[in-house]
């Protein structure tokens, strides 16, 4: 306890310590995505079910390779930081929430990289 | 406690019999169509990577996204990312403190669900 008051001890931690940081992220990513998700979607949208030439066409020029890779970048980091809210508001078991919470990570994590990495893989082949 | 009327008054809406009006079902949408968007970030990612790998294996991929199963899915993620996408830039302006009085509130609620309408229609003209 030491000479800590009670107030003092708990003062600026909120629920989980960093809500406001987490908060202030998912909102800038947010915006980050509005630009994205319209330069991303129309491209992906004509290429899908065009073949492999087409594909490999679109995606080895810079420039949609570059707004696919942040597409992917920023796109899996809002999707993890919305996933863990709803983690956090729907599980109450801690156990399985943490378990939960480590597994959401990993999944976007791995997601994230492996699309950025076939993008350039695509990019670079070219 | 000074408040000895516990008894009568009214309590807080209780979900179970409470008619959750349209900004509220808009609002809890924001989220299912948010979790919904996993499995067709799966399925691009998956597209991608069988680029990488063969044509043969992107054929493979290419014919999955674009089957009848591939093309609801697909589909039906595309209204949820333009829905998601009006519905945030709504929740972008609520986080500014702007649009919550009643009627703009009941106005936007139809250019959200309009807006995410006439995107998806657009991105399936323009595909």
Known sequence: ????????????????????????????????????????????????????????????????????????????????????????????????????????????????????LAVATILFRA | MADVNRGNRPLSPHLSIYRLPLTAKLSILHRITGVGMVLAAVLIVWWFVAAVYSPEYFAAADWLLTSWLGTLVMVGSLWALWYHFCNGIRHLFWDAGRGFDL????????????????????????A
Not at chain 1, 28 to 35: L, Q, R
Not at chain 1, 38 to 57: C, H, K, Q, V, W
Not at chain 2, 104 to 124: F, H
């Open chain 2, 103 to 126: 009627t703009k509130t009941q106005r936007n609620n139809w250019i959200v669900i309009g807006g995410s309408v006439v995107l998806t229609i657009i991105t399936l003209i323009a």
């Open chain 1, 1 to 116: 306890m030491g000479y800590k008051t009670d107030y003092s001890r708990v003062q600026g931690l909120g629920t989980a310590g960093d809500g406001a940081h987490h908060w202030w992220l998912h909102r800038i990513s947010a915006i980050a995505m509005i630009p994205l998700t319209l330069l991303f979607i129309f491209p992906f949208a004509r290429t899908l079910g065009s073949g492999y030439d087409a594909m490999i066409a679109t995606y080895s020029t810079f420039g949609h390779a570059l707004v696919a890779v942040l597409f992917f970048l920023v796109g899996f980091w809002h999707l993890a930081m919305g996933l863990q809210v709803v983690i956090e508001d729907y599980v109450p078991h801690k156990p399985t929430r943490v378990a939960l919470l480590l597994c959401n990570t990993l999944f976007n994590g791995t997601l994230a990289v492996a699309g950025i």
